[in-house]
């Protein structure tokens, strides 16, 4: 297994989020505190979302990629621009709608060597519910092919 990390970069009004490997839960707190970040410097130009070396993402990192472009929209009228060169991936965003609120493209991202890890944050159980249930609330907004294969699983998490 590789364990995933999230790297991330602001360089001449461009914010890059790069996720390695295997991207999961675990990442979502440090994810969505960057998210929060990005939204306080509001001087940017736009939002980059380098998947090229992502080997699988889960449904909760999904849920707070389209909160960013959500907030990006609201906020700035910015619509964020997500790169994946793996045909799985492309299918997965797809699927979930993630044409609707992206620009999705297929050119790698240069100066990966800008790029730093996210810090790990260690959240209490409660704040990881919160921040999937708001996450999978996210997707299921996108369409009704989301709000059905996450409707049991948002209900479960309401009801804990």
């Known amino acids: 297994m ?3 990390r999230i790297q991330f970069a602001e360089q001449d009004g461009t914010f890059v989020l790069k996720f390695v490997g295997e991207v999961r839960l675990t990442l979502c707190s440090a994810l969505d505190a960057t998210i929060e970040k990005i939204f306080t410097a509001l001087d940017f130009s736009a939002i980059v979302i380098d998947l090229t070396e ?10 707070l990629l389209a909160k960013l472009s959500i907030l990006s929209r609201q906020k700035i009228g910015l619509l964020p621009t997500v790169v994946t060169t793996h045909d799985d991936i492309t299918r997965l965003l797809q699927s979930m709608g993630f044409d609707q609120v992206f620009n999705i493209v297929h050119k790698p991202v240069p ?5 730093d890890d996210l810090p790990s944050q260690d959240e209490s159980e409660d704040v990881v519910r919160s921040k999937v249930l708001e996450a999978h609330r996210i997707l ?7 709000r059905e294969a996450f409707h049991d699983l ?3 998490l309401e009801h804990q």
């Open 2 to 4: 590789n364990p995933g």
């Open 54 to 63: 992502t080997r699988s993402i889960d449904s909760t990192t999904l849920g």
């Open 140 to 146: 299921m907004s996108l369409n009704e092919s989301n």
């Open 111 to 115: 100066c990966p060597e800008c790029l």
């Open 154 to 156: 948002v209900n479960a």
